[in-house]
Nanobody, 125 residues
Protein backbone atom coordinates (compact mmCIF):
# COMPACT_ATOMS: atom_id res chain seq x y z
CA UNK A 1 0.00 0.00 0.00
CA UNK A 2 1.39 3.38 -1.03
CA UNK A 3 1.69 5.67 1.96
CA UNK A 4 3.21 9.04 2.81
CA UNK A 5 3.75 10.01 6.43
CA UNK A 6 4.65 13.52 7.55
CA UNK A 7 6.40 14.30 10.81
CA UNK A 8 8.25 17.12 12.50
CA UNK A 9 5.44 19.57 13.09
CA UNK A 10 4.85 21.31 16.38
CA UNK A 11 4.64 24.61 18.21
CA UNK A 12 7.41 27.13 17.61
CA UNK A 13 7.91 30.80 18.40
CA UNK A 14 8.08 33.40 15.63
CA UNK A 15 11.55 33.42 14.12
CA UNK A 16 12.10 29.78 14.99
CA UNK A 17 12.73 26.76 12.78
CA UNK A 18 11.26 23.35 12.12
CA UNK A 19 12.17 20.54 9.76
CA UNK A 20 9.35 18.50 8.34
CA UNK A 21 9.89 15.01 6.97
CA UNK A 22 7.83 13.08 4.46
CA UNK A 23 8.57 9.37 4.50
CA UNK A 24 7.25 6.99 1.88
CA UNK A 25 6.33 3.36 2.36
CA UNK A 26 5.07 0.83 -0.12
CA UNK A 27 6.85 2.53 -3.02
CA UNK A 28 10.10 4.25 -3.85
CA UNK A 29 10.18 8.00 -4.21
CA UNK A 30 12.85 7.83 -6.91
CA UNK A 31 10.25 8.16 -9.67
CA UNK A 32 8.03 10.73 -8.04
CA UNK A 33 7.99 14.48 -7.81
CA UNK A 34 7.09 15.65 -4.32
CA UNK A 35 5.21 18.71 -3.20
CA UNK A 36 4.63 20.31 0.18
CA UNK A 37 1.30 22.01 0.73
CA UNK A 38 -0.41 23.71 3.63
CA UNK A 39 -3.91 24.54 4.69
CA UNK A 40 -4.85 27.06 7.33
CA UNK A 41 -8.32 27.14 8.92
CA UNK A 42 -10.85 28.67 6.56
CA UNK A 43 -8.39 28.82 3.68
CA UNK A 44 -7.77 26.75 0.60
CA UNK A 45 -4.86 24.36 0.40
CA UNK A 46 -1.86 26.08 -1.15
CA UNK A 47 1.41 24.92 -2.62
CA UNK A 48 4.51 25.69 -0.57
CA UNK A 49 7.33 23.95 -2.40
CA UNK A 50 8.04 21.11 -4.79
CA UNK A 51 11.02 19.09 -5.95
CA UNK A 52 11.56 16.93 -9.00
CA UNK A 53 12.34 13.23 -8.66
CA UNK A 54 16.04 13.77 -9.38
CA UNK A 55 16.23 16.66 -6.94
CA UNK A 56 17.56 18.82 -9.74
CA UNK A 57 14.74 21.35 -9.79
CA UNK A 58 12.81 23.00 -6.99
CA UNK A 59 10.15 25.66 -6.76
CA UNK A 60 8.76 27.78 -3.92
CA UNK A 61 5.75 29.92 -3.24
CA UNK A 62 6.68 33.59 -3.03
CA UNK A 63 5.58 33.68 0.61
CA UNK A 64 8.29 31.21 1.68
CA UNK A 65 11.16 31.98 -0.70
CA UNK A 66 14.39 32.55 1.16
CA UNK A 67 13.00 30.97 4.33
CA UNK A 68 12.07 27.40 3.38
CA UNK A 69 14.26 24.79 1.70
CA UNK A 70 13.05 21.52 0.19
CA UNK A 71 15.40 18.56 -0.21
CA UNK A 72 15.22 14.84 -0.69
CA UNK A 73 17.21 11.77 0.24
CA UNK A 74 16.10 9.02 -2.10
CA UNK A 75 18.26 6.50 -0.28
CA UNK A 76 16.13 7.13 2.82
CA UNK A 77 12.95 7.44 0.75
CA UNK A 78 12.31 10.75 2.46
CA UNK A 79 11.73 14.37 1.48
CA UNK A 80 12.36 17.26 3.87
CA UNK A 81 11.13 20.81 4.28
CA UNK A 82 13.43 23.00 6.34
CA UNK A 83 11.49 25.99 7.60
CA UNK A 84 13.38 28.95 9.04
CA UNK A 85 12.32 32.41 10.21
CA UNK A 86 8.83 31.14 10.81
CA UNK A 87 5.97 33.61 11.01
CA UNK A 88 2.52 33.31 12.58
CA UNK A 89 1.04 33.26 9.08
CA UNK A 90 2.90 29.99 8.43
CA UNK A 91 0.55 28.30 10.89
CA UNK A 92 -1.28 25.50 9.07
CA UNK A 93 -1.50 21.78 8.55
CA UNK A 94 1.33 20.79 6.24
CA UNK A 95 0.93 17.95 3.77
CA UNK A 96 3.30 16.21 1.42
CA UNK A 97 2.10 14.70 -1.83
CA UNK A 98 3.54 12.68 -4.69
CA UNK A 99 3.02 12.55 -8.43
CA UNK A 100 4.79 10.54 -11.12
CA UNK A 101 7.92 12.19 -12.50
CA UNK A 102 6.23 12.16 -15.93
CA UNK A 103 3.69 14.70 -14.74
CA UNK A 104 6.13 17.44 -13.76
CA UNK A 105 6.57 19.18 -10.43
CA UNK A 106 4.08 21.96 -9.72
CA UNK A 107 2.57 23.83 -6.80
CA UNK A 108 -0.97 22.87 -7.83
CA UNK A 109 -2.60 20.47 -5.34
CA UNK A 110 -4.88 19.07 -8.04
CA UNK A 111 -1.88 17.66 -9.92
CA UNK A 112 -0.85 15.32 -7.09
CA UNK A 113 -2.11 11.80 -6.65
CA UNK A 114 -0.84 10.50 -3.32
CA UNK A 115 -1.20 12.45 -0.06
CA UNK A 116 -0.05 12.14 3.52
CA UNK A 117 -2.27 12.78 6.53
CA UNK A 118 -0.65 16.08 7.44
CA UNK A 119 1.28 17.51 10.38
CA UNK A 120 0.31 20.61 12.35
CA UNK A 121 2.66 23.58 12.45
CA UNK A 122 1.80 26.36 14.87
CA UNK A 123 3.86 29.55 15.06
CA UNK A 124 2.95 31.54 18.13
CA UNK A 125 4.53 33.31 21.07
Amino acid sequence: QLQLVESGGGLVQPGGSLRLSCAASGFTLDYFNIGWFRQAPGKEREGVSCIESSGGSTNYADSVKGRFTISRDNAKNTVYLQMNSLKPEDTAIYYCAAVSFRAGATLLPSEYRYWGQGTQVTVSS
